[in-house]
């Protein structure tokens, strides 16, 4: 499958911080998926995309659909301890054609209070 | 909804030992994935289902990974023999045919002594 980079690889910051973290494609992603997975878990679902522009909201998360298609990003604002864990994004190149999704590294975040 | 259910939740054995892993699906989802997940390499796609089919298992890393699905509620992951190269965790997931959103179970963390 296509490539996806996921960056940054880990942060550790401190509670009450915003967090960034980004995802690119080399190819034209149609979804963005990301998800959360805490130790011991598996992958949950933070927020889907599925338009170019983009723009939505779960509580303190905000994700955005790049205007390129190749690219998405996750905002974390006001960090508290249990958002620790690490954060995939998901992409699929083809809407609703069954292909599987898939996932970036993962960016590893530690917060600390 | 019990969500997707994988047993076991933990595994170790012997190198040259077969393991099986398996999945139940949500009932009503008709598409099965298997990922495994390293350190080094994230989250892997190994093979996925539609409608107990296997569709693209260009992922299964060699002839000692199988995986079959014989119902709709159930599917397994076979290796056999097993090696250390085999410690990973692995998940199934799963999802209507068509949607992108993956509902994931827990994950099997298979040690391979």
């Known amino acids: 499958g296509q490539q996806l980079n996921q960056s940054p690889q880990s942060m550790f910051i401190q509670e009450g911080e915003d967090v960034s973290m980004n995802c690119t494609s080399s190819s034209i992603f149609n979804t963005w998926l990301w998800y959360k997975q805490d130790p011991g878990e598996g992958p949950v679902l933070l927020i889907a995309?599925?338009?170019?522009?983009e723009l939505t909201s779960n509580g303190r998360l905000t994700a955005q659909f790049g205007i390129t298609r190749k690219d998405s990003f996750l905002n974390i604002s006001a960090s508290i301890p249990s958002d620790v864990g690490i954060y995939f994004c998901?992409?699929?190149?083809?809407?609703?054609?069954?292909?599987?999704?898939?996932f970036g590294k993962g960016t590893s975040l530690l917060v600390t209070p | 909804d019990a969500g997707v259910i994988q047993s076991p939740r933990h595994e170790v054995t012997e190198m040259g030992q077969e393991v099986t892993l398996r999945c139940k699906p949500i009932?009503?989802?008709?598409?099965l994935f298997w990922y495994r997940q390293t350190m080094m390499r994230g989250l892997e796609l190994l093979i996925y289902?539609?409608?107990?089919?296997?569709?693209?298992d260009s992922g299964m890393p060699e002839d000692r990974f199988s995986a079959k699905m014989p119902n709709a509620s159930f599917s397994t992951l076979k290796i056999q023999p097993s090696e250390p190269r085999d410690s990973a965790v692995y998940f199934c997931a799963s999802t209507r045919r068509g949607a992108n959103v993956l509902t994931f179970g827990a994950g099997s963390r298979l040690t391979v002594l």
């Open positions: 998901a992409g699929q190149p083809t809407q609703n054609s069954g292909y599987a999704l898939n």
């Open positions: 009932s009503g989802h008709n598409s």
């Open positions: 995309l599925y338009k170019a522009g």
């Open positions: 289902f539609n409608n107990n089919v296997p569709i693209d």
